[in-house]
């Protein structure tokens, strides 16, 4: 016995976080699979379009990406997952600082200032970080990935979704 540890505890939760980012690396393998998406439902940037160069304009692709988006489904994307270093490259554009409202605001750029400029609802950081063979690398790689997501009242009856994953009471056993 360890006086204020609870070694099963500790357990239970080292399983159920590798089950989980097992789940996570499945999810955006699927999400981030170049064959899953025709190719006018992709854009791969180069160059000077790459967000880390100071030429880069995020808001032409992204503002490009949510009409296309639009046209094809009825609906506006509400939600864009970036990977950690599209996030930190966004953080700190040179056009998204200049869009920020005044100095204080302007190191680095927040998530929340993220969805106002870029007009989502929500921007979620896919951070999640997996091992193979002895070396890291991000689970949701270097992409921005736009998608529309229905509100909980309509994800119940079962409405046209990006991502649902179906997991069944009780399983696995």
């Known amino acids: 016995a360890v006086p204020g540890i609870d070694l099963s505890a500790i357990a239970v939760a080292q399983v159920q ?19 899953a998406y025709a190719a006018t439902n992709k854009t791969t940037l180069s160059g000077a379009d790459i967000w880390t160069h100071p030429d880069s304009n ?8 949510k009409e296309a988006i ?3 489904i009825g609906r506006r994307p509400n939600v864009m997952e970036l990977g950690p270093t599209v996030l930190t490259a966004l953080r700190n ?13 302007k190191v680095p750029a927040t998530l929340a200032q993220l969805q106002a400029l870029f007009e ?3 921007i979620v950081e896919g951070s999640a ?20 997501i229905s509100p909980k ?3 119940q009856r079962g409405s046209r979704n990006y991502g649902y994953t179906y997991r069944l009471p009780d ?3």
């Open 93 to 105: 554009h040179d056009k998204v600082m200049a869009r920020l409202s005044n100095q204080t605001d």
């Open 129 to 148: 970080i997996a091992d193979a063979d002895g070396s890291f690398y991000d689970v949701w790689g270097n992409d921005a990935i736009l998608a529309y």
């Open 153 to 155: 009242t309509l994800q």
């Open 58 to 65: 995020p808001f032409a692709v992204v503002n490009a990406a």
């Open 120 to 122: 989502v609802d929500q």
């Open 70 to 72: 639009r046209q094809k």
């Open 171 to 173: 399983r696995p056993m």
């Open 17 to 35: 976080e590798r089950m989980d980012l097992e789940r996570e690396v499945h999810a955006a393998a699927l999400a981030r699979a170049d064959g």
